[in-house]
């Protein structure tokens, strides 16, 4: 029965052949390899679900969360409540847009490791998500109070103060939080540029914005993000 639901969930990938993989489906076969070698890893199952969570983030495809879903069933099989694996359910909720169950249970482990930034990000994306945008900055703020050099605290702050009309600012401190990223990151630098690059599309700087996507295109070529703004870019380029 076990191994049965673990090829049922391999196969959900559907991944093409490793010389075509894209820069997050290679992240999600990596994880995928640990599942394989050690089935009752449920350190292995949330990197599979981290990596489908990445998926979701670049293609808005509701299916990866439910790939993500599925490895974090397993994991909780294996150690039930594990910290870091309720972090990823909410943000698995998150992309289902299951907003307050993503609200309640970020705000459970904050009462438990309330130094950890990473679960202040997500009430971030929770509140901002609900539109609770006064709690949206105070959680941003908790980040750069309790590590003012993070680039978590400068990619919050940024997604605020696009909402609060500062685009200018915003790409102010993406650009921060992308000098601040692990070099080996490279799926989390291609967002942050695309991030920009949305942005300076969205003021007119159309050159700037190509600039930006290129970077962005080069580390992660597949991302549909990345491809979807430079749609909308080649559209106003050619409305000129």
């Known amino acids: 029965m076990q191994s049965c639901f673990l090829c049922a969930l391999l196969a959900l990938a559907c991944l093409p052949a490793p010389a075509q993989l894209s820069l997050v489906d290679r992240r999600i076969s ?3 390899k640990k599942v394989e070698s050690d089935p009752k890893s449920w350190l292995a199952y949330n990197e599979l679900a981290f990596a489908f969570c990445r998926k979701g983030r670049d293609s808005s495809d509701s299916a990866a969360y439910d790939r993500a879903q599925a490895a ?5 099989q294996f150690s039930p409540g594990n910290y870091d694996g309720e972090k990823l359910q909410v943000t698995v909720w998150l992309g289902k847009q299951r907003f307050a169950d993503a609200l309640k249970l970020a705000t459970e482990l904050n009462s438990k490791a309330h130094d ?10 929770c509140n901002m998500s609900l539109g609770n945008y006064a709690e949206a ?3 941003a703020q908790w980040i750069l109070d309790l590590r003012s050099g993070s680039s ?3 990619e919050k702050a940024a997604g605020l103060r ?16 992308n000098r601040r990223t692990s070099a080996n990151d490279a799926d989390q630098h291609a967002w942050l540029l695309t991030q920009i690059a949305n942005l300076q599309l969205a003021s007119g700087n159309l050159k700037q914005a190509q600039d930006r996507l290129a970077q962005a295109l080069k580390l992660f070529p597949d991302s549909q993000l990345a491809l979807s703004v430079q749609a909308k870019l080649r559209t106003a380029e050619a409305m000129r």
């Not at 974090?72 to 909780?76: G, I, Y």
């Not at 696009?162 to 939080?177: C, K, M, R, T, W």
């Open 30 to 32: 990596a994880a995928q």
């Open 72 to 76: 974090l069933d397993r994991s909780f």
């Open 116 to 125: 950890d930034i990473g679960v202040w990000g997500l009430l971030v994306d």
């Open 137 to 139: 900055k105070r959680d």
């Open 152 to 154: 978590l605290g400068f």
């Open 162 to 177: 696009v909402h609060f009309g500062d685009p200018e600012g915003a790409i102010e401190f993406y650009d921060e939080a």
